[in-house]
C-alpha cells in the first residue's frame, strides 16, 4: 500500500506521500495475533497511528475493507494516513491520529462502558468488551499517558490491555536503554499487571542449552543503539560482535557456528513482539486471569524484515523500486497480485479463508456491525429561566442544570442521561447543586464521611455506582478524553449520553489538544467554560483567558457561544442538548462569566439566539452607526449606546450570542453564492443590511478583539474592535475595563472616531 501510494501512483505535486513502512514491519505480528484469534466481537481497539495500513491490510482479510480502496492511501477521499472514525468508517473505534491520545482514550472508553453498563443503559444480550490499545513505545513520551494511567487508578478501570510495540526506536533515533524497567515499574505501581515479551521460541529454545545463558545477558546487557546497528548490518556483523565477546565459550561457539550469517540474524532477531506463538501464549494466559489492566511489553524491530531494518533513520525511509521488488520476490507474490489476500502463503486460499472466517473478532457484534446506534432522547422543547433580577451566566447555568437534575415531567428521561465531569472544579464552575440531586459516579460505594459525621457542608460526596458525575483531577486533558468517550456512547456501548463538561476558560487551552481530538472523532458533548477573560477581575492575569474566542471560532464541529443573560442561555442549552444528537449536529461550547447582571424581562426569537445574535435595539433603516457587543460587557454597551443614541438616535444595538456561529453562516453563504446565483443572506448579513453602507460598527467583548471585528468585511463597513488583546492583571472592573479600553468612555471614543472619520 505505501509503495504503491509512493511510487506508482503518479504525483501531481511533488510531494512525498511518506506511509512508515518501518513502523508497520514492526507491529504486523503483534496486530496478526490479535485481529486474527485474540480480539473478541465487543472488543474496542485502539492502533498505532503509524500502524494504519496494517490495520486497513487486517480488514480486507476480514472482508470490511473493498481491495480497490487499498490503492488510495493517503489519496483525496481514499484510505487516511491514521485511522479515522469518521473518514475511515465503522471499522475504526478510536482515531489515533494525535499520539498519546487514543492510547488514553481507550482507557477512559472502559470507564464509560463501566458507567453504561451498572447503570444497564447497554443494548439487552450486548457483551462487556476489552478495550485495547497498540501503543507505539515513543507515545509513551507524551504526558498525557500518566494523567490517565493515574485517573485510571482512581477509578479502578478494568479490562483494558495496552500492548507497547517497543522498538525502542522514535522519530529521530534510538531511544535511552533500559526504559522497559521505568515503563514496568509505573505500570505496576499504577495496578497494572505488565507482562514483558522479549524473545521469541527460537531465542528461549538456544538460551536452554549449555552457553545459552551467557548468550542471554550478552543481549540483554546490548545497548539498543548497538543492538539496533547490528540488526541492519546483518548475520556477519552480529558473528563478530558475539565473537568478540563470548567467542573463547565453546557452549556459546556450539550454538553459533552450525549457523549461516542469514541463519544468525533470524535468531539474534526473533523477538517477542514478532513470535506469534509468543503472542498467542501470553495473551491467552492474561485473558484466562481476569480483568485487571494490563501492560505487554512487545519487543519488537522498527522495520523488521525490510532492507533499513534497525537503522536509526528509518523511521521516514521508503524501500525504492528495486528494493521492493526483492521484498516481493522473498515473499513469493508473483507481478500484479500484490492485492490478492493470500498470495504468497503456502496453503490453499480456501483453507486460509476459513482460518480468519474462524476469528472471533470476523464475527460482527451486531447485524448492523461495529457501529451501534442509540435513539435520540426527548429535549423538553423550553428551559426554565431562572427567576433572579440579578444573575450570572454562571450561577444561571448551575441552577437550571440542578432544576433539570429534579427529573421532573418531561424532564425524566433527559435527567437520568446527562453525565457531568469537571477536573477538580466542580463547585467553582457551579455544578454542586447537580452533583448534590444526583451523585458521583464509581464503580464501588464510598460514604461522605463529612456528612456521616455530622459535619456541616454545603456538598454531598458520597460515591457510587448510581451517580451521575464523574469527579477528575486537575488534568484538563484527562476531561476532554472523557467527554469524547461519553460523548461515544451511542456508537461504542449502544447507549446515548448526554455528557456534560465544565472547566476554567483559560485552562481550555491546556486541553486543547484532546478537545480538537474529540471534536475530530465527532464525539458530542457540551463543554462549559467558566470564568472568562478579565472580567474575572481580582484572580489575576494568569486566570483571564484572551484567546478563547478564537479558538470556538477556528474548531470544527464546535459551536461555540457567549451568552450574556440568562434567558440566552436558557435557550442556548436547551439547543445544545438537542443539536449534539442530531444526525448533522456537533459539541457545543458555552463561554460564561462569574459577574452578575441586571436580568432583562423581554420575549427573545430562539432562532436569533442560536443563529448567533439580534437586535437589541434595532437600528433606522439607513443607520450610521450600531454597538456590537458579547458576553458580560453588556452593561457597557448599554450605558455607551443610551448616550449615543442622544446624538444619533437611529443608531442599533446589537448583541452578540457567538461570533462563531456568525462568522461560519457568512462562510457558507459565500460558498452557495459562488456556486451559483440565488444562494440566500446568511444571518449576519441580514442583520446588518440595515446600516448604511459606510457605516460604522463598534464591536465589543471579553476576548481578542479578532473575534468581532472581521464583521466589517460582511458588507463593506468600518469596525473599530475593542477587545483584550494581551495578559491581564487583577483588580476590579473599573480599573481594568478602563486600561483595556472597553469601558464606557473606550466605547463612546470610537463611536466618535467611527463618526467623525
Same mark, same amino acid.
Given at each position: 500500500?505505501?509503495?504503491?501510494?509512493?511510487?506508482?501512483?503518479?504525483?501531481?505535486?511533488?510531494?512525498?506521500?511518506?506511509?512508515?513502512?518501518?513502523?508497520?514491519?514492526?507491529?504486523?505480528? #503483534?496486530?496478526?495475533?490479535?485481529?486474527?484469534?485474540?480480539? %473478541?466481537?465487543?472488543?474496542?481497539?485502539?492502533?498505532?497511528?503509524?500502524?494504519?495500513?496494517?490495520?486497513?491490510? #487486517?480488514?480486507?482479510?476480514?472482508?470490511?475493507?473493498?481491495?480497490?480502496?487499498?490503492?488510495?492511501?493517503?489519496?483525496?477521499?481514499?484510505?487516511?494516513?491514521?485511522?479515522?472514525?469518521?473518514?475511515?468508517?465503522?471499522?475504526?473505534?478510536?482515531?489515533?491520529?494525535?499520539?498519546?491520545?487514543?492510547?488514553?482514550?481507550?482507557?477512559?472508553?472502559?470507564?464509560?462502558?463501566?458507567?453504561?453498563?451498572?447503570?444497564?443503559?447497554?443494548?439487552? /444480550?450486548? &457483551?462487556?468488551?476489552?478495550?485495547?490499545?497498540?501503543?507505539?513505545?515513543?507515545?509513551?513520551?507524551?504526558?498525557?499517558?500518566?494523567?490517565?494511567?493515574?485517573?485510571?487508578?482512581?477509578?479502578?478501570?478494568?479490562?483494558?490491555?495496552?500492548?507497547?510495540?517497543?522498538?525502542?526506536?522514535?522519530?529521530?533515533?534510538?531511544?535511552?536503554?533500559?526504559?522497559?524497567?521505568?515503563?514496568?515499574?509505573?505500570?505496576?505501581?499504577?495496578?497494572?499487571?505488565?507482562?514483558?515479551?522479549?524473545?521469541?521460541?527460537?531465542?528461549?529454545?538456544?538460551?536452554?542449552?549449555?552457553?545459552?545463558?551467557?548468550?542471554? %545477558?550478552?543481549?540483554?546487557?546490548?545497548?539498543?543503539?548497538?543492538?539496533?546497528?547490528?540488526?541492519?548490518?546483518?548475520?556477519?556483523?552480529?558473528?563478530?560482535?558475539?565473537?568478540?565477546?563470548? /567467542?573463547?565459550?565453546?557452549?556459546?561457539?556450539?550454538?553459533?557456528?552450525?549457523?549461516?550469517?542469514?541463519?544468525?540474524?533470524?535468531?539474534?532477531?526473533?523477538?517477542?513482539?514478532?513470535?506469534?506463538?509468543?503472542?498467542?501464549?501470553?495473551?491467552?494466559?492474561?485473558?484466562?486471569?481476569?480483568?485487571?489492566?494490563?501492560?505487554?511489553?512487545?519487543?519488537?524491530?522498527?522495520?523488521?524484515?525490510?532492507?533499513?531494518?534497525?537503522?536509526?533513520?528509518?523511521?521516514?525511509?521508503?524501500?525504492?523500486?528495486?528494493?521492493?521488488?526483492?521484498?516481493?520476490?522473498?515473499?513469493?507474490?508473483?507481478?500484479?497480485?500484490?492485492?490478492?489476500?493470500?498470495?504468497?502463503?503456502?496453503?490453499?486460499?480456501?483453507?486460509?479463508?476459513?482460518?480468519?472466517?474462524?476469528?472471533?473478532?470476523?464475527?460482527?457484534?451486531?447485524?448492523?456491525?461495529?457501529?451501534?446506534?442509540?435513539?435520540?432522547?426527548?429535549?423538553?422543547?423550553?428551559?426554565?429561566?431562572?427567576?433572579?433580577?440579578?444573575?450570572?451566566?454562571?450561577?444561571?447555568?448551575?441552577?437550571?442544570?440542578?432544576?433539570?437534575?429534579?427529573?421532573?415531567?418531561?424532564?425524566?428521561?433527559?435527567? !437520568?442521561?446527562?453525565?457531568?465531569?469537571?477536573?477538580?472544579?466542580?463547585?467553582?464552575?457551579?455544578?454542586?447543586?447537580?452533583?448534590?440531586?444526583?451523585?458521583?459516579?464509581?464503580?464501588?460505594?464510598?460514604?461522605?464521611?463529612? %456528612?456521616?459525621?455530622?459535619?456541616?457542608?454545603?456538598?454531598?460526596?458520597?460515591?457510587? &455506582?448510581?451517580?451521575?458525575?464523574?469527579?477528575?483531577?486537575?488534568?484538563?486533558?484527562?476531561?476532554?478524553?472523557?467527554?469524547?468517550?461519553?460523548?461515544?456512547?451511542?456508537?461504542?456501548?449502544?447507549?446515548?449520553?448526554?455528557?456534560?463538561?465544565?472547566?476554567?476558560?483559560?485552562?481550555?487551552?491546556?486541553?486543547?489538544?484532546?478537545?480538537?481530538?474529540?471534536?475530530?472523532?465527532?464525539?458530542?458533548?457540551?463543554?462549559?467554560?467558566?470564568?472568562?477573560?478579565?472580567?474575572?477581575?481580582?484572580?489575576?492575569?494568569?486566570?483571564?483567558?484572551?484567546?478563547?474566542?478564537?479558538?470556538?471560532?477556528?474548531?470544527?464541529?464546535?459551536?461555540?457561544?457567549?451568552?450574556?443573560?440568562?434567558?440566552?442561555?436558557?435557550?442556548?442549552?436547551?439547543?445544545?442538548?438537542?443539536?449534539?444528537?442530531?444526525?448533522?449536529?456537533?459539541?457545543?461550547?458555552?463561554?460564561?462569566?462569574?459577574?452578575?447582571?441586571?436580568?432583562?424581562?423581554?420575549?427573545?426569537?430562539?432562532?436569533?439566539?442560536?443563529?448567533?445574535?439580534?437586535?437589541?435595539?434595532?437600528?433606522?433603516?439607513?443607520?450610521?452607526?450600531? #454597538?456590537?457587543?458579547?458576553? &458580560?460587557?453588556?452593561?457597557?454597551?448599554?450605558?455607551?449606546?443610551?448616550?449615543?443614541?442622544?446624538?444619533?438616535?437611529?443608531?442599533?444595538?446589537?448583541?452578540?450570542?457567538?461570533?462563531?456561529?456568525?462568522?461560519?453562516?457568512?462562510?457558507?453563504?459565500?460558498?452557495?453564492?459562488?456556486?451559483?446565483?440565488?444562494?440566500?443572506?446568511?444571518?449576519?448579513?441580514?442583520?446588518?443590511?440595515?446600516?448604511?453602507?459606510?457605516?460604522? #460598527?463598534?464591536?465589543?467583548?471579553?476576548?481578542? &478583539?479578532?473575534?468581532?471585528?472581521?464583521?466589517?468585511?460582511?458588507?463593506?463597513?468600518?469596525?473599530?474592535?475593542?477587545?483584550?488583546?494581551?495578559?491581564?492583571?487583577?483588580?476590579?472592573?473599573?480599573?481594568?475595563?478602563?486600561?483595556?479600553?472597553?469601558?464606557?468612555? !473606550?466605547?463612546?471614543?470610537?463611536?466618535?472616531?467611527?463618526?467623525?472619520?
Amino acid at each position: 500500500m505505501i509503495h504503491h501510494a509512493n511510487h506508482v501512483r503518479p504525483s501531481r505535486d511533488g510531494l512525498k506521500v511518506g506511509g512508515h513502512q518501518a513502523s508497520c514491519a514492526s507491529c504486523v505480528s #503483534i496486530m496478526t495475533a490479535l485481529f486474527l484469534e485474540v480480539l %473478541r466481537p465487543a472488543d474496542r481497539v485502539a492502533v498505532k497511528p503509524h500502524a494504519g495500513p496494517v490495520f486497513h491490510a #487486517i480488514n480486507l482479510l476480514l472482508g470490511r475493507q473493498d481491495a480497490a480502496r487499498m490503492e488510495t492511501l493517503r489519496q483525496f477521499g481514499g484510505i487516511q494516513p491514521y485511522p479515522s472514525r469518521v473518514k475511515d468508517g465503522a471499522e475504526v473505534d478510536f482515531s489515533t491520529g494525535s499520539v498519546g491520545l487514543g492510547v488514553a482514550l481507550a482507557s477512559f472508553g472502559a470507564l464509560v462502558q463501566d458507567y453504561v453498563r451498572l447503570k444497564e443503559l447497554a443494548p439487552p /444480550g450486548l &457483551p462487556r468488551g476489552r478495550h485495547v490499545a497498540i501503543v507505539g513505545d515513543a507515545e509513551l513520551d507524551e504526558g498525557n499517558i500518566y494523567e490517565a494511567l493515574l485517573e485510571g487508578w482512581k477509578h479502578d478501570i478494568r479490562d483494558v490491555w495496552w500492548v507497547v510495540d517497543y522498538n525502542r526506536q522514535s522519530l529521530d533515533s534510538v531511544v535511552q536503554d533500559r526504559l522497559f524497567g521505568r515503563i514496568e515499574g509505573l505500570f505496576r505501581d499504577m495496578g497494572w499487571n505488565v507482562v514483558t515479551l522479549k524473545y521469541g521460541k527460537r531465542l528461549e529454545a538456544a538460551f536452554g542449552r549449555p552457553g545459552g545463558e551467557a548468550l542471554r %545477558r550478552w543481549i540483554d546487557d546490548c545497548p539498543n543503539s548497538l543492538y539496533a546497528a547490528l540488526t541492519f548490518q546483518g548475520g556477519a556483523a552480529w558473528r563478530n560482535a558475539l565473537l568478540a565477546e563470548l /567467542g573463547r565459550d565453546e557452549a556459546v561457539r556450539a550454538i553459533l557456528d552450525p549457523l549461516t550469517d542469514e541463519e544468525l540474524a533470524a535468531l539474534m532477531t526473533n523477538l517477542g513482539g514478532h513470535d506469534v506463538e509468543t503472542l498467542l501464549e501470553a495473551f491467552r494466559a492474561q485473558d484466562a486471569e481476569g480483568d485487571q489492566p494490563t501492560c505487554f511489553i512487545a519487543y519488537t524491530i522498527k522495520g523488521m524484515g525490510l532492507p533499513f531494518a534497525g537503522h536509526k533513520d528509518n523511521h521516514a525511509g521508503l524501500m525504492t523500486r528495486e528494493q521492493m521488488e526483492g521484498f516481493r520476490a522473498e515473499m513469493n507474490i508473483r507481478p500484479g497480485h500484490e492485492w490478492d489476500p493470500f498470495e504468497g502463503l503456502p496453503f490453499p486460499a480456501e483453507e486460509l479463508r476459513r482460518l480468519v472466517e474462524a476469528a472471533p473478532f470476523a464475527t460482527p457484534l451486531t447485524p448492523a456491525g461495529r457501529r451501534l446506534e442509540a435513539p435520540a432522547l426527548h429535549v423538553p422543547a423550553a428551559f426554565p429561566v431562572p427567576a433572579a433580577r440579578k444573575l450570572s451566566t454562571q450561577a444561571a447555568f448551575g441552577e437550571i442544570l440542578s432544576g433539570i437534575g429534579r427529573g421532573e415531567g418531561e424532564f425524566a428521561e433527559m435527567a !437520568a442521561r446527562i453525565v457531568t465531569t469537571s477536573p477538580d472544579v466542580t463547585v467553582s464552575t457551579n455544578l454542586g447543586p447537580w452533583v448534590n440531586r444526583r451523585g458521583i459516579f464509581d464503580r464501588h460505594q464510598k460514604n461522605d464521611v463529612f %456528612r456521616d459525621s455530622k459535619l456541616a457542608s454545603a456538598q454531598r460526596w458520597g460515591m457510587s &455506582p448510581e451517580g451521575q458525575h464523574i469527579e477528575l483531577g486537575i488534568a484538563e486533558q484527562n476531561l476532554f478524553l472523557v467527554l469524547a468517550a461519553c460523548g461515544l456512547a451511542h456508537s461504542l456501548y449502544g447507549a446515548r449520553l448526554l455528557p456534560v463538561g465544565t472547566v476554567y476558560d483559560p485552562f481550555v487551552n491546556r486541553g486543547l489538544d484532546a478537545l480538537i481530538y474529540g471534536c475530530y472523532m465527532d464525539a458530542r458533548f457540551l463543554l462549559v467554560s467558566t470564568p472568562s477573560g478579565i472580567t474575572l477581575g481580582p484572580e489575576g492575569g494568569q486566570h483571564q483567558s484572551v484567546n478563547t474566542p478564537l479558538i470556538g471560532i477556528a474548531q470544527d464541529r464546535l459551536h461555540a457561544y457567549e451568552p450574556a443573560f440568562a434567558d440566552e442561555l436558557a435557550i442556548l442549552m436547551r439547543h445544545a442538548f438537542a443539536h449534539m444528537q442530531a444526525p448533522d449536529g456537533c459539541s457545543v461550547w458555552l463561554r460564561l462569566s462569574t459577574r452578575a447582571l441586571e436580568q432583562p424581562e423581554r420575549s427573545l426569537d430562539p432562532a436569533a439566539v442560536i443563529a448567533g445574535g439580534y437586535w437589541a435595539v434595532a437600528p433606522a433603516p439607513g443607520a450610521r452607526i450600531a #454597538i456590537a457587543y458579547q458576553g &458580560p460587557l453588556a452593561p457597557e454597551a448599554m450605558a455607551a449606546f443610551a448616550e449615543l443614541q442622544e446624538e444619533e438616535p437611529g443608531a442599533g444595538l446589537l448583541a452578540v450570542t457567538s461570533a462563531d456561529r456568525l462568522h461560519q453562516g457568512w462562510l457558507d453563504s459565500r460558498r452557495r453564492a459562488r456556486s451559483g446565483p440565488g444562494a440566500a443572506p446568511s444571518h449576519v448579513e441580514a442583520l446588518l443590511a440595515p446600516l448604511a453602507p459606510g457605516a460604522g #460598527i463598534v464591536t465589543l467583548l471579553d476576548g481578542h &478583539p479578532a473575534a468581532l471585528d472581521w464583521l466589517g468585511a460582511v458588507r463593506g463597513q468600518r469596525v473599530a474592535a475593542l477587545g483584550v488583546d494581551r495578559f491581564g492583571q487583577a483588580g476590579d472592573l473599573p480599573d481594568l475595563y478602563r486600561e483595556y479600553g472597553l469601558d464606557e468612555a !473606550a466605547i463612546l471614543d470610537a463611536c466618535a472616531q467611527l463618526l467623525l472619520g
